[in-house]
Nanobody, 122 residues
Framework: QVQLVESGGGLVQPGGSLRLSCAAS????????MGWYRQAPGKQRELVAA???????NYADSVKGRFTISRDNAKNTVYLQMNSLKPEDTGVYYC????????????????WGQGTQVTVSS
């Protein structure tokens, strides 16, 4: 089973940037699609970005043009570069292994890590 550890969160002012990292255990990391999720206070966890094993990406409309997901298979790590941050980006960010349905919907199937807190506030 893949174990995931998220890091890189923090407090940032609106308009600022953060880079999140997700380190995965396991020698077969490269064959999995990966996703970044966030959970805002009082809201359900939502997918914000996904990257397939081949490197193609998908984003939630709310983060398109501001967030970039990438992966380094040699380091078993997936990243989320977040620019032009807004207060509504505040939440706990998690990564997970995802599967993609025939309709293009992603579903997490690994165990959740502890996540990393992102707070966007002046």
């Amino acid at each position: 089973q893949v174990q995931l550890v998220e890091s890189g969160g923090g407090l940032v002012q609106p308009g600022g940037s953060l880079r999140l990292s997700c380190a995965a255990s396991g020698s077969i990391f490269s064959i999995y699609a990966m996703g970044w999720y966030r959970q805002a206070p009082g809201k359900q966890r939502e997918l914000v970005a996904a990257i397939r094993s081949g490197g193609s990406t998908n984003y939630a409309d709310s983060v398109k043009g501001r967030f970039t997901i990438s992966r380094d298979n040699a380091k078993n790590t997936v990243y989320l570069q977040m620019n032009s941050l807004k207060p509504e980006d505040t939440g706990v960010y998690y990564c997970n292994v995802v599967t993609e349905s025939s309709s293009g919907t992603y579903h997490p199937f690994g165990s959740w890590g502890q996540g990393t807190q992102v707070t966007v506030s002046s």
